[in-house]
C-alpha cells in the first residue's frame, strides 16, 4: 500500500469515525496519514486500526519499556523528596513549602557544574549537596525565629523566590526551557544515558533514603523531633 501511494504534499491529518464511546460495545476506525515532520515532500504511510475498550495505538515493545522505566525514575525520586519532607513535616511537624527550592538548587547547581567546570558528574553531585545543604542551614537559621503558621509563610515565600530566580535568568538557567547537553553519569564503566539504566540509580538512592529515615526516626535526633511536634515548648525547657 506504501509504494502505490503517490507523493503528496499535505500536512498530517487523522479522521476518527465512530460511535461515541460511552456507548455499549464502541468500536472506533481510525483513518490518517502520518508525515514526516520537517519534509515538504514525503511518502504518507496509511493506518487503519480497529480500536475497542481493550484496544489500542500499537506502540513497540522498547517505547513501552522506556516509558515504564521513565515513571519508575519520576516515582522514586518524588519518593525521595517525599521521605525528606516527611523529617520536617511529620516526624518534627514544622510544615515547610520550600522543599522544591531545594531540589530546585541542587538539580540546577549540579548541571551547572557540569557545563561550566571541569568537574565530573559525582564531584558535581558532592558540591551541589554541599551548597544546597548550606543553603538549607541559613533558611533553617532563619525559620527558628517563627512558630506555626509563619513557618509556613516564611518557607513559601522562599520557594517563590527561588522559582522566581530559576525562571527569569535565562542565559544562566534557560528559563522555562532548562538546560540541556548534560553529561551522563557513569558507574563501573556503564553510561546511564537511557531510562533503563538511570532506574538502577534511582531506585538504589530511594531504598537507601528510606533506611536513612528509619535510622533518623529510631535515633536520639528522631525522639527529639517528635517531642517538638508534641510540645515545642516543653522541649525548649528541657
Not at 496509511?46 to 515493545?61: C, I, K, N, Q, T
Not at 522505566?69 to 511529620?90: D, E, K, Q, R, T
Not at 538549607?136 to 516564611?154: C, N, T
Amino acid at each position: 500500500l506504501h509504494d502505490a501511494l503517490p507523493i503528496y504534499k499535505k500536512p498530517a491529518r487523522l479522521v476518527v469515525r465512530g460511535r461515541f464511546p460511552g456507548r455499549s460495545a464502541a468500536r472506533w476506525r481510525v483513518a490518517g496519514w502520518i508525515s514526516v515532520a520537517g519534509h515538504d515532500s514525503v511518502h504518507p504511510s496509511a493506518f487503519l486500526y480497529d480500536l475497542s475498550s481493550e484496544g489500542h495505538f500499537p506502540v513497540s515493545g522498547d517505547t513501552r519499556m522506556s516509558y515504564v522505566f521513565h515513571l519508575v525514575n519520576m516515582v522514586g525520586i518524588y519518593a525521595i523528596l517525599a521521605l525528606s519532607l516527611n523529617i520536617v513535616a511529620g516526624y518534627a511537624g514544622l510544615l515547610s513549602l520550600c522543599h522544591a527550592a531545594f531540589y530546585g538548587i541542587g538539580a540546577y547547581g549540579v548541571a551547572l557544574m557540569i557545563l561550566h567546570s571541569d568537574l565530573s558528574v559525582w564531584q558535581a553531585v558532592i558540591a551541589a549537596v554541599l551548597v544546597t545543604g548550606f543553603i538549607a542551614g541559613l533558611v533553617g537559621a532563619a525559620s527558628v525565629r517563627f512558630r506555626s503558621d509563619y513557618v509556613a509563610i516564611f518557607t513559601f515565600g522562599f520557594q517563590i523566590l527561588v522559582f522566581s530566580l530559576f525562571n527569569n535568568l535565562v542565559p544562566l538557567t534557560g528559563g522555562p526551557n532548562g538546560i540541556g547537553g548534560i553529561r551522563q553519569p557513569v558507574i563501573f564503566g556503564q553510561s546511564l544515558s537511557t531510562s533503563n539504566t538511570f532506574a538502577g540509580l534511582v531506585c538504589t538512592l530511594a531504598v537507601g533514603s528510606l533506611f536513612i529515615c528509619r535510622f533518623i526516626e529510631t535515633s536520639q535526633f528522631g525522639r527529639i523531633l517528635r517531642a517538638v511536634r508534641e510540645d515545642e515548648t516543653f522541649v525548649q525547657s528541657l
